[in-house]
């Protein structure tokens, strides 16, 4: 079992629709939790940090599910530009590795 | 702020050349800075993890002594590759981060093209 799991879609959604994203993590230990999105052929950039009450930024809300090992990211009135890959990030206990999941393609098409 | 600076951006070189790659965190200290790489359409492949003043950490499958890194301050790892053949033709990302639980902040990559 890999150590962060992400749907790799793609999700094909129309403009201002909502969309979300899973992610599960084995080690029930991990720490912290990040969302990053990856545009084609440039680097990933962090989207946001995902904290234990959930978290909102604009159009965007990250939640955390310890129990069930999760963590998950919502994208409410969806836009062309947020058409990207979407990566997981976990942080074990100990924060020497960084783990990152494979990513989930996201098209917005208008 | 968090900017990390990533220098060339692009390379195209002959095969049997080194290319020596550099990563500067611009605004913050750097206690961890680590090298990806990623072919197209895949998922970042971590080489390596790098801290200040020791030895890099490779990981399974990444020869050391073909991916040169030195992490010589705070601000400032490098990753020479040597003598590059085109299979090493790829995208090198760098990233660092503050602190054990801090996000990495990567640098805009580097397009290494070896004919």
């Known amino acids: 079992r890999k150590e962060v799991e992400q749907d790799p879609g793609p999700f094909n959604v129309p403009e201002g629709a909502t969309v979300a994203f899973n992610c599960t993590y084995s080690n029930s230990a991990s720490q912290s939790f990040f969302w990053y999105r990856q545009d084609c052929r440039k680097e990933p950039k962090l989207l946001m940090s995902?904290?234990?009450s959930g978290n909102e930024d604009g159009r965007f809300t990250a939640q955390l599910n310890r129990a069930s090992q999760y963590i998950s990211l919502l994208i409410r009135d969806s836009k062309l530009s947020d058409s990207a890959t979407y990566l997981c990030?976990?942080?074990?206990?100990?924060?020497?590795?960084?783990?990152f999941g494979a990513g989930t393609r996201l098209f917005v098409k208008a | 702020g968090a900017v990390v600076s990533q220098h060339p951006s692009w390379v195209i070189c002959k095969s049997g050349t080194s290319v020596k790659i550099e990563c500067r965190s611009l605004?913050?200290?750097?206690?961890?800075m680590f090298w990806y790489r990623q072919f197209p359409k895949q998922s970042l492949m971590l080489m390596a993890t790098s801290n200040e003043g020791s030895k890099a950490t490779y990981e399974q499958g990444v020869e050391k002594d073909k991916f040169l890194i030195n992490h010589a301050s705070l601000t400032l790892s490098t990753l020479t590759v040597t003598s590059a053949h085109p299979e090493d033709s790829s995208f090198y990302i760098c990233?660092?981060?503050?602190?054990?639980?801090?996000?990495?902040?990567f640098g805009d990559g580097t397009r290494l093209s070896i004919l």
């Open positions: 990233s660092a981060r503050a602190g054990s639980h801090q996000p990495q902040h």
């Open positions: 605004d913050f200290q750097a206690t961890t």
């Open positions: 990030v976990v942080i074990p206990t100990g924060g020497f590795k960084t783990i």
């Open positions: 995902v904290y234990s």
